[in-house]
């Protein structure tokens, strides 16, 4: 009923053909959200309330930007794999996580975690912040680098930890 859907055997994958440009991929939940929105059935992501207040912020001024409103069976599947694992439910504290980079000459990146309190915000700063005085053990370089330069703060309802993404540079092939 929500349009051309392909669904593996197990319908934890599917595929939904929009037109001749526009394929829409992901869990069989994902996909059928996407044509209900497209059918206007559901409201779009820009107009939904997590996101519309967040968005704004998030890419003023970015090259790059990007938000997601984590689905309940997402924080199921991300609380299953390292370091996530180690105390799964703080994710539930997470309403949407968005990742900016600004133009220019900019070596940092920001990542933004919005929760449903400022208390609960501050347990998601310092979950991070142990991360970054200790990463994870199966993170190898550059991410450390990364996860080492972490500056983490709070602002009302939003961790912020913003990064210095230099050590993914690649160094340009020799000849």
Do not use: N
Not at 36 to 61: K, N, Q
Not at 95 to 118: F, H, N, Y
């Amino acid at each position: 009923p929500t349009g051309p859907v392909l669904s593996s055997e197990d319908r934890r994958s599917a595929l939904a053909v929009i037109d001749d440009r526009t394929v829409v991929t992901g869990s069989v939940q994902t996909v059928g959200e996407a044509m209900a929105v497209r059918r206007g059935l559901l409201p779009s992501l820009g107009e939904r309330e997590v996101i519309a207040e967040v968005w704004p912020e998030i890419r003023r001024d970015a090259a790059l930007a990007a938000i997601l409103d984590l689905p309940s069976h997402w924080k199921a599947a991300l609380g299953r794999i390292p370091p996530f694992d180690a105390e799964p439910s703080w994710l539930d504290a997470v309403r949407t996580i968005s990742v900016s980079a600004k133009t220019g000459a900019e070596t940092t990146a920001t990542l933004r975690m919005d929760a449903e309190t400022p208390e609960l915000a501050l347990d998601v700063a310092e979950r991070f912040e142990e991360w970054a005085m200790h990463p994870p053990e199966r993170m190898e370089p550059p991410w450390t680098s990364v996860l080492e330069s972490a500056q983490v703060s709070t602002e009302g309802t939003a961790a912020i930890v913003t990064v210095d993404v230099s050590a993914l540079r690649r160094e340009p092939a020799r000849r």
